[in-house]
């Protein structure tokens, strides 16, 4: 997630609850064998989702499902090391 997030920085993540609703923002996504950070893109009109990631070396997936995506939480802080 470049430039957004750096190798290194913590994150405090807000488990989302069976009726939280998504809205724009920094997630935590389950994938199969981690949990990334990623940013979700609401599609309303559509009733889909885009996941996005900030580098460019990381494909984003558009026009997904919701319940397609296992999204453990909102991302409510970030913290990085001052050099």
Known sequence: MQPTLQNGDEVIIQR????????DGLYAVRGSSETFVRRIALDPTKNRISVLTDHPAYPSWNGVQRKAINVVGRVIWIGSQVS
Do not use: G, N
């Not at 989302?16 to 809205?23: E, F, I, P, T």
């Open 16 to 23: 989302l609850r069976s009726h939280d609703a998504l809205q």
